[in-house]
């Protein structure tokens, strides 16, 4: 069964500071790849996706992630924080076989809070 | 478009006790998801709906847990009897189907139980 690893359980930075966040799935056939947020108090939202294409993905609000299949890696940027970026962030992995449908195994997720 | 509906957002119960709780997902969505999110961890899957029929079930408890959604809309999760360990947010989630092509997953607040 796949499994997806979130490094950092907890981010702490201050405005402007960039952010790297790291995810590792552990599946060997092709995935499709998932980044979500869940702000305080809301949803779990979709940041941005990876299905083919440029491994360079660009998502909401100035997120983008990249794809490097060698090391099975799915892994968050961005440039410049701001405080409304605090949150919680989750990386998901969908294996593309037919057999796995639309499931979604997700990581433990990162809290990141951003010091005004 | 109005989003993924689910009630009650918080219940507290005592352990033995049953609960259930309601989804309705994103109208025109075949496909329902459920899932389990305890405190710390990332959400994961217990029963995966296409229109009423279930898809995938292979991670939910069905000693005590069970799910229908027999007109293929809304959707009802419960517990009988519920454990200390159950203690955790329930969340539903809906996509639209495309045979072949995955579909992002619209997530619902989620159901904030806790068994006492």
């Known amino acids: 069964a796949q499994s997806v690893s979130q490094h950092n359980h907890h981010v702490i930075l201050s405005e402007a500071a960039s952010l790297e966040l790291g995810c590792n799935y552990s599946?060997?056939?092709?995935?499709?790849l998932f980044w979500y947020v869940q702000y305080p108090g809301q949803h779990l939202q979709l940041l941005l996706k990876?299905?083919?294409?440029?491994?360079l993905v660009k998502g909401i609000k100035g997120f983008e992630a990249e794809f490097i299949k060698s090391k099975f890696s799915f892994n968050l940027r961005k440039p410049s924080v701001q405080w409304s970026d605090t949150a919680e962030y989750f990386c998901?992995?969908?294996?593309?076989?037919?057999?796995?449908?639309?499931?979604?195994?997700f990581g433990g997720g990162t809290r990141v809070l951003v010091k005004p | 478009e109005a989003g993924v509906a689910q009630s009650p957002r918080y219940k507290i119960i005592e352990k033995r006790q049953s609960v259930a709780f309601w989804c309705n997902p994103i109208?025109?969505?075949?496909?329902l998801y459920w899932y389990q999110q305890i405190l710390g961890q990332g959400p994961k899957l217990l029963i995966q709906?296409?229109?009423?029929?279930?898809?995938?079930d292979s991670q939910l408890p069905k000693d005590r847990f069970s799910a229908e959604r027999l007109k293929g809309v809304d959707s009802t999760l419960k517990i009988q009897p519920a454990k200390l360990e159950d203690s955790a947010v329930y969340l539903c989630?809906?996509?639209?189907?495309?045979?072949?092509?995955?579909?992002?997953?619209?997530f619902g607040p989620g159901t904030r139980l806790l068994v006492l």
């Open positions: 998901a992995v969908n294996p593309r076989f037919k057999a796995a449908g639309n499931k979604l195994t």
């Open positions: 989630a809906s996509s639209s189907f495309n045979q072949g092509a995955l579909q992002t997953q619209y």
């Open positions: 990876y299905f083919s294409g440029d491994p």
């Open positions: 709906f296409q229109n009423n029929g279930v898809v995938d």
């Open positions: 109208s025109g969505h075949a496909t």
């Open positions: 599946y060997g056939g092709t995935v499709n």
